[in-house]
């Protein structure tokens, strides 16, 4: 990860859950270089990570957390950052995990 920090888009943000979730929505550009384990140290290392559903096709992924407290962290901390040399928007996902990778029909 690099340094420096910048809020997403009001368009964005606008998608962001009113209230916190477990479950983080995190906006990557060029997707494809983006691994998923690297994805995961990175979240890990603010709260337990329980699964990770990366979309290159869309440049999003979706990061599920054990608890709320370890998403908030993580979103607290890594909005806006340099993540593989592009800067990441995260924010919180309004519907559980399986729902938004079983719904083909959601577009970000």
């Known amino acids: 990860m690099g340094v420096g920090h910048a809020k997403g ?4 943000r606008r998608r962001e859950a009113k209230i916190p979730t477990n479950v ?9 270089k983006v691994k998923k ?12 990570v329980t699964d990770i559903k990366v979309f290159p096709e869309r ?3 979706f990061v599920e957390f054990a608890t709320i407290e370890g998403a908030s962290n993580a979103k607290n901390l890594l909005d806006g950052r340099l ?7 995260v924010l919180f996902s309004g519907s559980g995990f399986n729902n938004l990778i079983n719904t083909a029909c959601w577009v970000p």
């Open 9 to 12: 888009s009001a368009r964005v």
């Open 37 to 48: 384990e690297a994805l995961r140290r990175a979240m890990a290392a603010h709260g337990v």
């Open 24 to 32: 983080l929505r995190v906006g990557l550009r060029n997707t494809h």
């Open 83 to 89: 993540f593989n040399k592009t800067r990441i928007h």
């Open 59 to 61: 440049q999003y992924a």
